[in-house]
């Protein structure tokens, strides 16, 4: 099991500073709309990590159609790929909002530093497990993994986590499986199909084409409402835009306007059919397979947030999650009420109805 210090490095990595960011930063995608906007707020840098991934779409449908502009804002979203790069850019200044998980705004706060979420995303991770057909045809719990290959984005991720977590709860040890960390999807596609792994833990679209293909017994979808519930014993919040305690302050009317473009999209996503989706989600998201994606977005509908709002229960079931790899954590000192607010996600949804 990893240490007290390892384990808060992999809920949210702070690296050193340095004077400025990469300079070959991806620029948002160009907008499909350029609505009037109200008075104007200036710029606002956002950065994100992997802003394709289905957890951040909200954030892309807000910037795509325009609901950012129309607020009064110019948001810079910036793509920073490498790991940890996003949350640097956060914590030195150079960027005001952090697109990444409710995770890093519950770690910071144990380590003493306040960057709550001002508005949720997704009301759950969509990490899927999953066991082989080919090679663990006969699965029957948890247990069956002792001595198997479990592939997983990355060590410390999300889906890692979730592995480990589900493993102990089995009483099963974290030396009972071997984690085989493929962060490539194209990989991690065919490293399952050739029987190289025994399960998988993965996000969307991978685990949809395993799905189609026939070749994917699930055993835990985070997907759904209730997967999430079964999975992490209550609601756990995924995906929410953040930002440093001392700017939400000072800035409170251009954090307003930015959850006022969110909600907006959050609210287009609840009703948005294949074609709105087709329109509006740059090429570049459907690697080739313009199908495949439509088919993971209609999966995964029901894991975006209704309206921005943080469930009551959600914090807790964040903070009781974390504490498990590490009894001796300050996350159960942490002053959970900090790490977020609903104030301004409330406003949001009574002017759009959401």
């Not at 910037?63 to 810079?76: H, K, W």
């Not at 996000?203 to 949809?208: L, Q, S």
Request: charged content about 20%; aromatic content about 8%.
């Amino acid at each position: 099991m990893w240490n007290r210090r390892e384990w808060l490095r992999s809920w949210a990595s702070a690296l050193p500073m340095v004077a400025g960011l990469p300079v070959a930063m991806a620029q948002g995608s160009a907008r499909l709309q350029s609505p009037t906007a109200r008075a104007p707020f200036g710029r606002v840098v956002l950065v994100v990590e992997n802003r394709a991934a289905f957890c951040y779409l909200p954030l892309t449908i807000a910037d795509r159609m325009g609901y950012f502009a129309a607020e009064g804002l110019d948001v810079q979203v910036r793509d920073l790929m490498e790991p940890g790069t996003a949350l640097q850019a956060l914590l030195s200044g150079a960027a005001q909002v952090l697109s990444g998980p409710y995770s890093t705004s519950v770690a910071l706060r144990a380590r003493g530093q306040s960057y709550p979420s001002i508005v949720l995303q997704g009301r759950a991770p969509q990490l899927v497990l999953g066991v082989s057909h080919k090679t663990l045809a006969g699965f029957r719990s948890i247990g069956d993994l002792r001595g198997r290959k479990v592939l997983v984005p990355s060590l410390g991720s999300g889906a890692h986590r979730m592995v480990l977590m589900m493993m102990a709860a089995g009483r099963l040890g974290a030396e009972a499986v071997e984690f085989v960390p493929v962060s490539s999807p194209t990989a991690a596609l065919a490293n399952f199909r050739n029987g190289l792994v025994d399960a998988i833990c993965y996000t969307d679209p991978v685990i949809t084409q395993l799905e189609q293909d026939s070749a994917l017994r699930l055993v835990a979808d985070t997907r759904t409402v209730r997967g999430n519930a079964d999975v992490f014993g209550g609601p756990m919040p995924a995906g929410c835009l953040s930002v440093a305690a001392d700017y939400l302050s000072s800035h409170r009317d251009e954090c307003q306007a930015l959850v006022h473009g969110l909600v907006h999209a959050l609210k287009w996503l609840q009703t948005a059919g294949l074609s709105d989706i087709n329109k509006v989600v740059p090429e570049s998201y459907f690697q080739g397979d313009r199908a495949l994606y439509l088919a993971a977005f209609s999966r995964a509908r029901e894991a975006w947030s209704p309206d921005g709002l943080m469930p009551d229960a959600g914090p807790v079931t964040m903070a009781r999650v974390m504490s498990r790899f590490d009894t001796a954590s300050p996350l159960r000192q942490v002053d959970l009420s900090q790490t977020f607010t609903n104030d301004i996600a409330l406003k949001a949804k009574a002017r759009f109805k959401a």
